[in-house]
Nanobody
Framework: QVQLVDSGGGLVQAGGSLRLSCAAS????????MGWFRQAPGKEREFVAA????????LYADSVKGRFTISRDNAKNTVYLQMNGLRPEDTAVYYC?????????????????WGQGTQVTVSS
């Protein structure tokens, strides 16, 4: 079992930055590949970024590439999502997720464990 707690969301103006954190407990953190997803009102949950166990394979959605950075600190059992250049269309609830595999994945169904979500609101 893996427990995930998301934090760091908030209200920010367009062009601003936020850093999301996801603290993991339970199973050894370095055994998990991690991902971030988001869900806007009335829309399906979508992939944002993913990182493999060792942190050397990273994937991004095209919509956030060059603006968002995913990273992990295995010593702190935490994965981060640094979000720069935020846009109103980035407004959503952001969820971290864990999969008990080595590799990173864009697919929501590959993840077994989910955080509770943290709200990000970007005003224009």
């Amino acid at each position: 079992q893996v427990q995930l707690v998301d934090s760091g969301g908030g209200l920010v103006q367009a062009g601003g930055s936020l850093r999301l954190s996801c603290a993991a407990s339970g199973r050894r953190f370095s055994d998990n590949a991690m991902g971030w997803f988001r869900q806007a009102p009335g829309k399906e949950r979508e992939f944002v970024a993913a990182i493999n166990r060792s942190g050397d394979n990273i994937l991004y959605a095209d919509s956030v590439k060059g603006r968002f950075t995913i990273s992990r600190d295995n010593a702190k059992n935490t994965v981060y999502l640094q979000m720069n250049g935020l846009r109103p269309e980035d407004t959503a609830v952001y969820y971290c997720a864990a999969r008990i595999e080595y590799g990173s994945s864009r697919n929501l169904i590959d993840y077994s464990y989910w955080g509770q979500g943290t709200q990000v609101t970007v005003s224009s």
